[in-house]
């Protein structure tokens, strides 16, 4: 498992009745990886892993390995409501072919730091598959402190990325003055990944990747090359799209952005519904003006 590159936080597709389309998964995550993608990170927010049960998210790590074989990585997000939950989540993905997972905080419950870590402790102690940490203070409410990394760094050889997702950019750096390149990190919210590739993060765990595969690509390419003029030219075009990210109806849009390309379906599950009227509309036309002024060299395969 390499982390770096662009990891599309995968979006779940689903059938008119609402059950996992495991053939339209398949056809995304190769999709994906055509385009340029480093691998994918399967059951997410984005991918709405918390509406799936169990026996369906060993279902789409299974898909996503089998589809993509040596190709390219499949990371397994573990989220739940329970610590135990967690660790069986983390068992099922490691037997299902996963190349590595990303750990979520306990869901609603919002602990201090002993109750946090040790939940983190008992979800790494639970698999032999390098780990990624996911710190989502926002969405989430827990904030694991670069301290904390370090901590849980120290205790754990199989820690060894970090998804930073608080929107500071001050954070990456003081997670890399702190614990050197012990970890690799990753940019996990899409209108900071120029500033987070500065600060020295590896890869882009990226939303809007699943409807523009190759823009997200060519963007974290010429960041990563030093173009900053360029980068900074596709990031401009780029940025209202890549803010749908961080609205909190950001499944709906992304998922509605990959239906108007015609590389997925708006469906969510309850209790999320799909966009109507005005929310719609400005959405596609959001997408539609970013399309007409879409740099050539960016365009989509």
């Known amino acids: 498992?390499?982390?770096?590159?662009?990891?599309?936080?995968?979006?779940?597709?689903?059938?008119?009745?609402?059950?996992?389309?495991?053939?339209?998964?398949?056809?995304?995550?190769?999709?994906?990886?055509?385009?340029?993608c480093s691998g994918v990170v399967v059951l997410g927010s984005l991918g709405e892993g918390g509406t799936l049960d169990r026996s369906e998210r060993t279902g789409v790590v299974t898909a996503a390995c089998r589809t993509l074989g040596s190709r390219a990585?499949?990371?397994?997000?573990?989220?739940?409501?329970?610590?135990?939950?967690?660790?069986?989540?983390?068992?099922?993905?490691?037997?299902?072919?996963?190349?590595?997972?990303?750990?979520?905080?306990?869901?609603v419950y919002r602990g201090d730091w002993r109750e946090t870590s040790a939940h983190f402790d008992a979800a790494l102690r639970a698999t032999s598959l390098p780990c990624m940490?996911?710190?989502?203070?926002?969405?989430?409410?827990?904030?694991?402190?670069?301290?904390?990394?370090?901590?849980?760094?120290?205790?754990?050889?199989?820690?060894?990325?970090?998804?930073?997702?608080?929107?500071?950019?001050?954070?990456?750096?003081?997670?890399?003055?702190?614990?050197?390149?012990?970890?690799?990190?990753s940019v996990g919210v899409d209108d900071a990944v120029l500033e987070g590739v500065d600060a020295g993060a590896s890869s882009w765990v990226a939303g809007l990747a699943n409807a523009l595969p190759a823009e997200s690509v060519e963007l974290f390419r010429r960041a990563t090359a030093g173009d900053r003029a360029g980068a900074f030219e596709l990031y401009r075009w780029f940025l209202p799209l890549l803010r749908m990210d961080?609205?909190?109806?950001?499944?709906?849009?992304?998922?509605?952005?990959?239906?108007?390309?015609?590389?997925?379906?708006?469906?969510?599950?309850?209790?999320?519904?799909?966009?109507?009227?005005?929310?719609?509309?400005?959405?596609?036309?959001?997408?539609?003006?970013?399309?007409?002024e879409r740099p050539s060299a960016a365009a989509s395969g």
């Open 1 to 36: 498992m390499d982390w770096k590159g662009v990891l599309p936080a995968v979006t779940t597709p689903f059938t008119a009745d609402l059950s996992v389309d495991m053939d339209a998964l398949s056809v995304h995550c190769r999709w994906l990886i055509d385009q340029g």
């Open 133 to 185: 940490l996911y710190n989502n203070p926002v969405a989430y409410g827990t904030d694991v402190r670069p301290e904390e990394l370090l901590e849980l760094a120290e205790e754990h050889p199989t820690l060894v990325a970090v998804k930073e997702s608080s929107a500071d950019v001050r954070r990456i750096t003081a997670i890399r003055a702190l614990l050197g390149d012990r970890l690799a990190i």
């Open 246 to 292: 961080t609205s909190p109806k950001f499944v709906q849009l992304i998922k509605l952005l990959q239906s108007e390309v015609g590389r997925g379906s708006s469906r969510v599950r309850p209790p999320r519904l799909e966009l109507v009227g005005e929310e719609r509309a400005a959405a596609v036309e959001t997408l539609r003006r970013a399309l007409a």
């Open 73 to 107: 990585p499949v990371v397994a997000a573990v989220s739940a409501l329970t610590t135990r939950a967690s660790v069986d989540l983390a068992r099922d993905a490691e037997a299902a072919g996963a190349a590595g997972l990303m750990i979520l905080p306990p869901y």
